[in-house]
């Protein structure tokens, strides 16, 4: 019976006999409570969910973080954000050892080193608490016994973008930038890239270099070496704190002009900016906030039905955004791209894809 019909019914009742309606205004409204209280799920503990993470404080990870706030408010779970700021990996170890310490319930890691987290990843699953990992995972032949990745096919991204560059260029000296080499959230990209301009045929002269973890660090590195290089075909960059220093390099010196091509990863506001300006070519989305959303949701399925359903690689995607579709992420500010805390509906304007 619909919530109006109730009403009705009690209305009339009332109008009866004032113990009738009585009695029939409370049935009502114990119904609509116990449907409120029961949602999908029995009542349960509030988890505890220990996200380990190897740039704390990076801003490509602010939606990655509001996505874990909001998975857990809607599933009544807490978390934690901790790990290294600076890419140690030893720091991550520590964390996730304090994390089984601790009783988690569920434990998810960026996993940046091949051989790192095997050992606490093992203890924690001995300890009966799930380990996943997002952003980053380990090698199929690591040994990691890790459930499950959610996160971009870094890889396959990686040639893509090697793809899109061969291209645009036909030969000449191409650096890549990459913030950590080695680590695994960022090398394979670097490893497609390399993959796919190799297999295009096209004479170019494929350089990676070391910038840093800090966009700080990023943004010098990117500058020195291109006055040291100013016979550079292009500058691209794995990372999101590359990509905004390279897109800043491009937009001081004038790069554009001189037939400079430049591309890299994420969303940063700044990056944003410079796409639309016209100072770098594109930016891959791999869709942040969902990296730490789909993690809430496996683990909490997981915990929930005992360990029977929730792992599953997910792939959070790729999206080329140039400065023909860079608009709608200009103009809607949004916790789901990491630039506003306000949770908010997003209208849709135009035909899905544009």
């Not at 090698?139 to 499950?148: C, E, H, M, Q």
């Not at 396959?156 to 680590?183: C, E, H, K, N, W």
């Not at 594109?282 to 929730?310: C, H, K, N, R």
């Amino acid at each position: 019976m619909a919530n109006d019909d109730r009403d009705g019914v009690a209305r009339r009742s009332m109008l009866g006999g004032a113990a009738a309606g009585g009695a029939l205004a409370l049935l009502a409204s114990a119904r609509r409570a116990q449907a409120a209280d029961a949602g999908p799920f029995p009542p349960h503990k509030r988890w505890k969910l220990v996200f380990v993470n190897h740039v704390t404080t990076n801003p490509f990870f602010v939606p990655t973080q509001y996505g874990i706030h909001d998975g857990c408010a809607l599933l009544g779970c807490d978390y934690q954000w901790t790990g290294s700021q600076t890419s140690d990996a030893a720091e991550m170890v520590n964390a996730m050892n304090a994390a089984i310490a601790g009783r988690a319930d569920a434990i998810a890691v960026a996993i940046v080193d091949p051989r790192a987290f095997n050992a606490p990843t093992a203890r924690a699953l001995a300890a009966g608490i799930p380990v996943f990992s997002y952003n980053a995972d380990a090698p199929p032949d690591s040994g990691n016994k890790r459930l499950a990745y959610i996160g971009q096919d870094l890889y396959q991204s990686g040639y893509q973008m090697g793809m899109r560059i061969a291209g645009m260029i036909d030969q000449g000296l191409v650096v890549v930038f990459i913030a950590t080499p080695g680590q695994l959230n960022i090398q394979p990209r670097f490893d497609g890239a390399k993959a796919a301009i190799a297999k295009s045929g096209k004479k170019i002269t494929l350089q990676m270099i070391a910038s840093g973890p800090t966009v700080n660090e990023e943004l010098n590195a990117i500058h020195a070496y291109y006055l040291g290089h100013q016979d550079l075909k292009g500058m691209f960059a794995v990372d999101a704190g590359s990509t905004q220093g390279v897109a800043e390099t491009m937009r001081t010196y004038g790069l554009p002009k001189k037939g400079v091509k430049a591309g890299g990863y994420d969303l940063l506001p700044r990056t944003l900016q410079l796409i639309d300006q016209g100072f770098l070519d594109f930016t891959i989305d791999q869709q942040p906030y969902l990296q730490g959303f789909y993690t809430v949701m496996e683990m909490f399925t997981f915990l929930a039905s005992g360990g029977l359903t929730g792992p599953a690689d997910i792939n959070t995607g790729l999206k080329f955004v140039t400065k023909d579709s860079v608009a709608p992420y200009l103009k809607t500010k949004t916790r789901y791209e990491g630039n506003s805390a306000t949770p908010e509906i997003v209208p849709r304007s135009g035909p899905i894809g544009s």
